[in-house]
């Protein structure tokens, strides 16, 4: 694993003091060496390791777009309590975000989220309503629905899935960083569809840059799947900001080929990230061996650290 040249600094005086919420964004991009072995040189996979922001996964950026977003428009009253649904990634984001801001946060998640999220999030300070596990994040929004209509003046509800602010925290800034760190080489960029904000946002990025870039969005194989934070489209409540046509390609990927390359990750190139990360990585792998030359970007979505508690570290890779 390496990094990706990282571009001239403007000055070299000593950077000032920053906030938390600074410090959001800005991540590497590291080439993955080990698990693209086979690859010829002239094919490189990189993964934008945004389980290095502050909260620990990719989800800081909407989360903080969209808190300063409904500040700002007034729409969120520093009174009144911050709720969305989460799998548990943009929860924990709102929450120290909201720690930081002095805001209330109130998260449904699915009551089968990982151990170490829950206590992540009541660390923080956040309420978390649990919802049916087996409603997934539909339940979830489900739920908050029916509290935010019956008590619509105590509630600011941000809907991840139906905010624009989201794709565009990945339009501005992960997708201008991408282009910045390949220097503007990036062929390829693969990663997988949740809330669709880092997909959409990222895709119209490059898209706009040059409209030969190929995106891929990935799902899992199955509605019945156990990766945290994607979503089976057929199966699930599609997102309001997401743009189906802008993919060029779709592909799946099995839980186990996911859990499979978190591992190889762990154990390889020293990245400690969740099963989402797997999945992009073993996508990101597939379109790389198809071709003769590129620049393959994807997304390494979230800590590892929030999966300790799941059996298959225990597995042979």
């Not at 977003?69 to 520093?78: I, S, T, V």
């Not at 089976?232 to 080929?257: F, N």
């Not at 071709?291 to 997304?299: F, H, K, N, P, S």
């Amino acid at each position: 694993m390496s990094t990706a040249p990282a571009s001239p600094s403007a000055s070299t005086a000593a950077p000032a003091a920053s906030s938390l919420v600074d410090d959001i964004g800005r991540t590497p991009l590291l080439r993955l060496d080990r698990v693209a072995d086979d690859l010829p040189d002239s094919v490189a996979v990189y993964g934008k390791a945004e389980h290095l922001n502050p909260g620990g996964s990719v989800k800081d950026r909407p989360a903080l777009r969209m808190i300063e977003a409904g500040l700002d428009a007034g729409a969120f009253r520093p009174e009144q309590t911050l709720i969305d649904a989460t799998s548990g990634n943009t929860g924990i984001a709102y929450a120290m975000i909201g720690a930081a801001k002095g805001l209330d946060v109130a998260l449904a998640l699915p009551e089968n989220a990982s151990a170490e999220r829950k206590k992540v999030l009541r660390a923080y300070g956040a309420e978390l309503i649990l919802t049916d596990p087996m409603a997934g994040t539909d339940g979830a929004q489900r739920r908050v629905k029916e509290i935010v209509d019956a008590h619509p003046d105590r509630y600011f509800y941000p809907d991840q899935y139906n905010n624009d602010a989201n794709w565009r925290a990945h339009y501005d800034g992960t997708g201008t960083e991408i282009l910045d760190q390949t220097d503007g080489a990036v062929s390829h960029f693969v990663t997988g569809l949740g809330t669709t904000g880092t997909f959409t946002g990222v895709t119209r990025r490059l898209k706009a840059h040059d409209a030969s870039i190929r995106c891929v969005a990935v799902e899992p194989e199955t509605a019945l799947h156990g990766l945290e934070g994607l979503k089976h489209m057929e199966t699930a409540i599609v997102p309001g900001i997401y743009a189906p046509d802008l993919a060029d390609a779709h592909r799946t990927c099995s839980t186990e080929a996911a859990v499979d390359m978190t591992r190889r990750l762990a154990r390889e190139e020293g990245l400690l990230v969740g099963p989402s990360a797997g999945a992009n990585v073993a996508a990101a792998l597939d379109v790389a061996r198809s071709l003769d030359a590129g620049t393959v970007v994807t997304i390494l979505c979230d800590t590892g650290t929030r999966y300790l508690s799941d059996d298959f570290w225990e597995e042979e890779s």
